[in-house]
């Protein structure tokens, strides 16, 4: 009949719905180590790099405890659970993290040279174009005025000539 067809239907519907909640929760477990890991890292990564010249006592407030000890939290859950990541394996991936920061440092510290040595150009530039314009300025007065001095020579000459 017409009604156990849509029963069968409603309940194929709730068991996919429930297969696909299973594979989500599923997946979500799974990468929840790699989640924690990676999100303390961007956590301190942002906490780096978000502002190039955060006073100290910024960066150190612009997280709160819990945010700052997440990875600490996790790294006990883990060493806990048989489920987990080896530690070894974090500690390797924290020391490859650390090396990246320590390279994403220095190159911070040379883009911000290099940035710094531009703006001492762009000042330096900004003077010697203010020199310019007020040599032309300069130029421009002295041309008016020999400009006039002209003028009255050629009346001069034209008054001698007749």
Request: hydrophobic share 25%.
């Amino acid at each position: 009949s017409l009604d156990e067809y849509e029963d069968d239907e409603a309940g194929q519907k709730e068991r996919k719905r429930e297969d696909a909640i299973t594979q989500q929760n599923t997946i979500q477990n799974e990468s929840s180590s790699a989640d924690a890991t990676g999100s303390y890292l961007l956590q301190v990564r942002s906490c780096f790099f978000g502002t190039p010249n955060a006073p100290e006592e910024d960066v150190a407030n612009r997280y709160s405890r819990t945010d700052r000890t997440t990875y600490s939290r996790y790294s006990r859950d883990a060493n806990s659970s048989g489920n987990s990541v080896p530690s070894n394996a974090l500690e390797k991936r924290i020391e490859e993290l650390e090396r990246e920061l320590a390279k994403e440092r220095q190159e911070n510290v040379r883009l911000m040279k290099m940035t710094q040595d531009k703006e001492e150009l762009i000042v330096k530039l900004k003077e010697e174009i203010d020199l310019l314009n007020r040599d032309l300025d300069d130029i421009e007065d002295e041309n008016e005025q020999l400009k006039q001095e002209n003028k009255t020579l050629l009346k001069v000459v034209g008054q001698l000539t007749r």
